[in-house]
Nanobody
């Protein structure tokens, strides 16, 4: 069973950087893709970036050229490098994993079946 634990959140000023990590303590190969989602207060949870086991990547338009998703398959750790952070990036960030057939790495919530507890990211202006 996949168990996901996020870390690396915190408070940073606009323009700063953070790197989130997600450790998958479950069985290797049980998920076909992993991703990062975020949810700000009063808003829907939205997909930020996702990556397949083969390395294909999708990004939300709002984070392209600022965020980078990567995965260390040997250590089973998912990363999200966030640069040039903006106040609107403030949210709870969740790591997720899924196993299904899609033509591109998915960014919609229903594609993911395993979720972490989240890590808070706060960006001040």
């Amino acid at each position: 069973q996949v168990q996901l634990v996020e870390s690396g959140g915190g408070s940073v000023q606009a323009g700063g950087s953070l790197r989130l990590s997600c450790t998958d303590s479950g069985k290797n190969g049980s998920s076909w893709y992993m991703g990062w989602f975020r949810q700000a207060p009063g808003k829907e949870r939205e997909g930020v970036a996702s990556i397949t086991n083969s390395g294909r990547i999708s990004y939300a338009d709002s984070v392209k050229a600022r965020f980078t998703i990567s995965k260390d398959n040997a250590k089973n750790i998912l990363y999200l490098q966030m640069n040039s952070l903006k106040p609107e990036d403030t949210a709870m960030y969740y790591c997720a994993a899924g196993r299904d057939y899609y033509s591109a790495p998915p960014l919609f919530r229903s594609a993911f079946h395993i979720w972490g507890q989240g890590t808070q990211v706060t960006v001040s202006s």
